[in-house]
């Protein structure tokens, strides 16, 4: 066989090498992001079995799942319908069901019609529910890589999802299979909302709208930041039809919303952008959450009136920083002195609510402390999830071990580059409102955990 020139053979293996690894540098990702979902789906199903038992019956791990079971066995017979009262609980009188019915139910009952081809029977249905954990915990990876890649590059998202991976706190106690709770869900799709955000901020700061824009009817300019904001809406109201308590998260895009427009105003940067999306998230989550309300009251346990109402605080707000940075940045007034003019003005609103209705701001105050309050109440502490860690050191130890002080780090990186740049780090600033959130959840409830995982693995990817 007739060989090439020594030349021409080592230029041409050179010239394959580099398209090699070029490609694998291009797509290395996908094949290792493969092998974890493969890896956090094997660990949490591989106690299945334990919850058939011979005559194909399955179990469910706690007591929540069986509520769950019931309200997944109606929807399948009512699709899409929910059974919002139950008159079997609190027998004979009923209750309504609040956290059951809800999108998780929703999802798993559509899971069963399809495995059943429309008609499943008992034992598809428990089968989908008992598996249900487990998919929805491994798909998690893929919003916590792309958080990662948000936040830093795709090895900071390979970590972030490795970190998630390996994590043996409550999220993948919770995740595995035959814990039919929604807690694995409310991390999923609490992980999309943020992301979701996160993208349309990005997309915000790029395409910069104004609202000379929407006087002009430039709606071809605005459609990037509309599509993505709404886009972004629909994630978060995703997220509380899953867990109508968990407007927590609308308080978190409150606080981080106000904060990145006013360090924006002070370092010269007009916040109209990223107040544009805001007001668009908040709106589009206020509209959905407002349609499925069941209860005309305030209370954090129902789709009520607090879900919308919160939302639309978060229209408000960004709208009344947009409108006053405005306004001040045209009267030539020092920029420091709108931040304790918006202090002060939220200060008299408190005081007004706590003389006109006491009770609403009773109701807002024991929420806020019984979620990140640090404290107990008598009935929390009958509970076993919603009690404080006895010891927190060791307590977040044993779930994350040195990868918490890898976050730590990862942290402190994002103060530095907001410090250096708050406009240009908008997610740097995102991680560290989140992280101080969902930590003092933890050290609260300890259930919180499972949320706890993702700012944990994103500030380990930033750090790495």
């Known amino acids: 066989m007739t060989q090439p020139s020594e030349s021409e053979s080592v230029s041409e293996r050179l010239e394959r090498a580099g398209v090699t690894l070029e490609r694998f540098a291009e797509l290395y990702h996908i094949p290792v992001l493969g092998i974890l979902f493969a890896f956090m789906l ?14 194909g019956t399955v179990l469910f ?3 929540d799942p069986w509520y769950h079971y019931r309200m997944v066995e109606y929807t399948v017979r009512n ?8 008159p079997w609980t609190t027998f004979p009188v009923g209750t309504s069901v609040g956290q059951f019915g809800t999108l998780f139910d ?5 899971a069963a019609l399809i495995t059943g081809l429309g008609s499943p029977t008992v034992q598809q249905i428990q089968m989908v529910m008992l598996f249900t954990p487990a998919v929805l915990g491994a798909l998690t990876i893929i919003p916590v890589y792309l958080l990662g890649v948000q936040l830093s590059s795709r090895l900071g998202g390979l970590t972030a999802a490795l970190v998630l991976a390996l994590s043996p706190g409550q999220f993948l106690s919770r995740s595995l299979a035959g814990f039919t709770d929604h807690h694995v869900a409310e991390t999923f799709f609490m992980a999309v909302g943020v992301l979701a955000v996160l993208v349309a ?7 910069k709208p104004i609202w000379e824009q929407f006087v002009g009817r430039e709606f071809g300019a605005l459609r990037p930041t509309l599509v993505s904001s709404g886009l972004a809406g629909v994630a978060v109201a995703l997220y509380i039809w899953v867990w109508p308590p968990g407007v927590l998260l609308l308080g978190i895009l409150g606080v981080f919303f106000s904060l990145l427009m006013l360090l924006q ?11 544009i999306a805001a007001m668009v998230i908040g709106a589009v989550a206020a509209v959905l959450t407002a349609v499925r309300i069941t209860t005309f009251a305030l209370e954090a346990t129902k789709l009520s009136l607090l879900q919308p109402l919160l939302a639309v605080g978060i229209v408000l707000t960004a709208g009344l920083i947009v409108g006053g940075a405005r306004v001040w940045g045209e009267s030539e007034r020092d920029r420091w002195e709108f931040p304790a003019v918006l202090v002060a003005g939220g200060v008299v609103f408190v005081g007004s609510v706590a003389v006109m209705a006491p009770d609403i701001l009773a109701f807002f105050i024991n929420q806020l402390t019984r979620i990140v309050g640090l404290g107990s109440t008598a009935t929390s502490l009958t509970v076993g999830e919603a009690q404080p860690p006895g010891n927190a050191s060791e307590f977040l130890y044993n779930s994350y071990g040195l990868a918490f002080f890898l976050a730590t780090g990862g942290i402190l990186i994002c103060a530095l580059r907001v410090r250096r740049s708050p406009v240009s780090a908008p997610a ?9 959130f969902l930590l003092l959840a933890t050290l609260t409830q300890q259930r919180f955990d499972y949320y706890l995982v993702l700012p944990v693995a994103m500030a380990s990817g930033v750090a790495v």
Do not use: C, K
Not at 42 to 55: A, I, L
């Open 201 to 207: 901020v990005q997309t915000a700061q790029r395409e």
């Open 61 to 63: 791990r706690g007591n």
């Open 428 to 436: 740097s600033l995102f991680l560290i409102v989140f992280g101080v």
């Open 106 to 110: 929703q999802l798993m009952a559509a």
């Open 79 to 86: 699709f899409p319908a929910t059974m919002p009262f139950d």
């Open 42 to 55: 094997w660990v949490r199903v591989r106690p299945w079995d334990g919850f058939v038992q011979s005559d």
């Open 265 to 275: 105003y002070l370092t010269g940067s007009p916040p109209e952008h990223v107040g």
